[in-house]
């Protein structure tokens, strides 16, 4: 009796050392073993019966352990140990997080309902006619997809060929906050989590279709937005380097960016295809357009805020110039030699995408060859697409994704419980100790080629009890360490962007933007499911609203005071001044036909519009700014969240 209370006492402590999501496996696995030990025990006493049912309800669910509590009056002991198992554990496993594509979907049938039933009533008491009833029920969804092809044959007519900004292209931003400015209304910058972070450049990638590269905008031959990141983060960073490579196409799916990023691991380079070289066009995609090596001079562009003067920050760098000349040669590496074991590696990653699929989604019949090169057919399964991207840009980045590492971990969790069942069916079921001992060691029987245990019953117990002595405390070493970590480490961060397809000119009519609009935030919702499942390490981001770029547009807001309180020490980019004024020729060019915002002077209800291109889809110039800002901001208010920090915005 004393022997076999001790192995009951060997498993509780086993069960309780494990963590919440293996309880359920090794309850299945010791049931019948637990109900004959049960059996052989019902006529001890009334302490050791007690005894058993707290054990017992330890490894029940939470339905029937609800239950036990109601017809047991007896409370259960909780111990520190299991105080601070218990919040890691709900920390770490979230509830399910909600379907936001589920929700938004139905939003849209809601909306197809209340657009289609004050049609279908008037037609069917004025006609009385099922053919008519048909046609009205199928006219407000047929008139919003008609609206839609115009939209796309119109940007394709007039639109197709506007000057795409360089890409890939790279670029190294140093910026820090104006010292006239007042405490209150800015913040400490963030400190970092290591001092020897501020010496290493904190690297930002920007990825994704024509909203990434930069079309739309008139004036600047490299993308805005990822310039315009920098800033924000270096500022925050108390005035870290900041190096970034953009890189993109217009018409670029989900499928297209994963393909890309595997061709620039097996390359060491991003690329484009062949094709592209093949172009005619007079403002063709400027990435084809390479400088020769003995030509490149990495143009250092001072540039300040209004209320800044040039003189001081160009006087700052005409003392830099040793420093100037070492990150010219690392820009120049950085875009020649894209070796992923030197400076290839990330600690942001922002990911504009889902625009292009939900195009080749409703109008596949217009999809081009190029958009996704081949490789996304249909967008009906986009959330798998974003879990393929993750999984491929964890390997670009410079610390790995620690959700995806916990995950692989519960599969081999998973494969370890399977190898656990085949040793009880091997072994027998009399042989419980021998089974916890190979779930626990399997690491040291693979590296032993599969040895035999041919050990005695009192050493397989001593053993077992040592492996869940050390099990033990690993877990409390790694839940002890795992909040500090969290709290002080910013990297890696994927970012995910909303549309703002609720802004775009393109989406006002009616009924196009009572379908456009949910059918958007359907691909949204799949990207905040994603952030939701890597909590602390991918970001979505919301859509800006119309009344915060308009207030922009207006040169008001929060967002244009960090536009006026940027003062930068070192912008360059990996251009050389010949092709620069070439290609911003061409820009001025073609924006003297067509005009550079949607709308001159739009009414005071859409003043949102003049932050957009002729085009009503892309932003311009104040538009790339304005949402570059608005990412920048929301990565600094996450590493906030992380430190513990509340924001607190001045209005």
């Known amino acids: 009796m004393p022997a076999l209370r001790q192995d009951r006492l060997a498993e509780a402590n086993l069960v309780t050392s494990l963590p919440s999501n293996q309880l359920q496996h090794e309850e299945n696995s010791k049931g019948v073993l637990r109900k004959s030990s049960q059996t052989d025990h019902a006529s001890s006493s009334m302490e050791d019966s007690s005894s058993s049912v707290s054990t017992c309800n330890e490894n029940l669910p939470k339905s029937e352990r609800r239950d036990k509590r109601t017809t047991t009056s007896a409370p259960k002991p909780i111990t520190s140990n ?18 936001h594509a589920n929700i938004a979907s139905r939003w849209l049938y809601k909306i197809w309902f209340k657009l289609t039933l004050p049609v279908v009533v008037v037609s069917f008491a004025l006609t009385r006619s099922i053919p008519v009833l048909f046609f009205a029920a199928i006219l407000p969804i047929t008139v919003a997809m008609m609206q839609g092809f115009a939209r796309m044959i119109n940007y394709r007519l007039f639109y197709a060929n506007a000057p795409v900004p360089r890409a890939p292209s790279h670029g190294v931003v140093k910026c820090t906050r104006l010292k006239h400015e007042s405490s209150f209304n800015n913040p400490s910058p963030i400190a970092a989590s290591d001092d020897d972070e501020m010496e290493r450049p904190l690297r930002l990638l920007l990825i994704g279709d024509s909203l990434a590269v930069g079309v739309g905008q008139s004036s600047s031959c490299t993308p805005i937005m990822p310039d315009v990141i920098a800033k924000e983060l270096s500022k925050e960073l108390g005035g870290r380097t900041v190096m ?20 620039s691991m097996k390359n060491g380079v991003f690329q484009l295809p062949l094709k592209d070289k093949k172009k ?52 120049k590496q950085q875009r020649i030699d894209f070796d992923p074991e030197s400076l290839a590696t990330f ?24 958009d996704s090169d081949g490789v996304s057919t249909q967008a009906s399964d986009y959330g798998k697409e974003l879990q393929r991207l993750l999984m491929t840009l964890n390997g670009r980045m410079h610390r790995q994704i620690q959700t995806i590492q916990e995950s692989v971990r519960v599969a081999k969790e998973k494969v370890r419980e399977s190898v656990d069942t085949v040793v009880v069916r091997t072994l027998g079921r009399d042989s419980s100790l021998r089974n916890i001992s190979s779930g626990s060691q399997l690491d040291k029987i693979e590296e032993d080629d599969m040895h035999s245990v041919s050990c005695s019953t009192s050493e397989d117990e001593q053993s077992s ?53 949910p059918m958007v935030a359907i691909m949204d919702g799949h990207k905040r499911n994603i952030s939701n499942a890597h909590d602390g390490e991918v970001l979505f981001v ?8 308009s207030e922009y547009s207006a040169k008001k807001g929060f967002y244009w ?9 070192l912008n360059a980019s990996d251009i050389s001044q010949r092709r620069k004024e070439a290609m911003e020729n061409d820009m001025k060019e073609y924006y003297e036909e067509y005009q550079t915002t949607f709308e001159c002077h739009p009414p005071k209800a859409y003043n949102h519009f003049s932050a957009f291109s002729a085009d009503g889809i892309h932003p311009n110039n104040s538009g790339y700014n304005f949402w570059g800002r608005y990412i920048g901001n929301a990565i600094v208010e996450e590493w906030r969240r992380k430190q513990g920090i509340e924001t607190i915005r001045v209005v």
């Open 82 to 99: 299991s105080t601070t198992r218990t919040q890691s554990t709900t920390s770490r496993k979230r509830t399910r997080p909600i379907n």
């Open 244 to 263: 970034w490579t953009c890189h993109g196409t217009p018409g670029a799916s989900t499928g297209w960016i994963i393909r890309e990023l595997e061709k």
């Open 280 to 331: 005619k066009d007079k403002f063709q995609h400027y990435s084809t357009m390479d400088d020769d090596d003995d030509d490149v001079t990495l143009g250092c562009c001072p540039t300040a805020s209004d209320d800044s003067s040039c003189d001081s920050t160009g006087s700052l760098l005409y003392h830099l110039d040793e420093d100037l000349q070492a990150w010219q040669r690392r820009l």
């Open 347 to 370: 600690d942001i990653a922002v990911v504009l995408t889902g625009s292009n699929d939900l195009k080749n989604a409703c109008f596949p019949f217009l999809k081009k060859e190029e």
């Open 465 to 517: 009890l040592e492996t869940n002595n050390e099990t033990t405390r690993l877990l409390q070493m790694e839940e002890a360490s795992e909040p500090t970590t969290r709290r002080q480490s910013f990297f890696p961060m994927v970012v995910l962007p909303g549309m703002p397809a609720s802004s775009l000119p393109a989406f006002d009519a009616f009924p196009l933007r009572h379908l456009a609009h």
């Open 542 to 549: 919301d859509p800006p609203s119309k009344e915060a770029l």
């Open 561 to 569: 005071r960090q536009q006026v309180d940027d003062n930068v020490l």
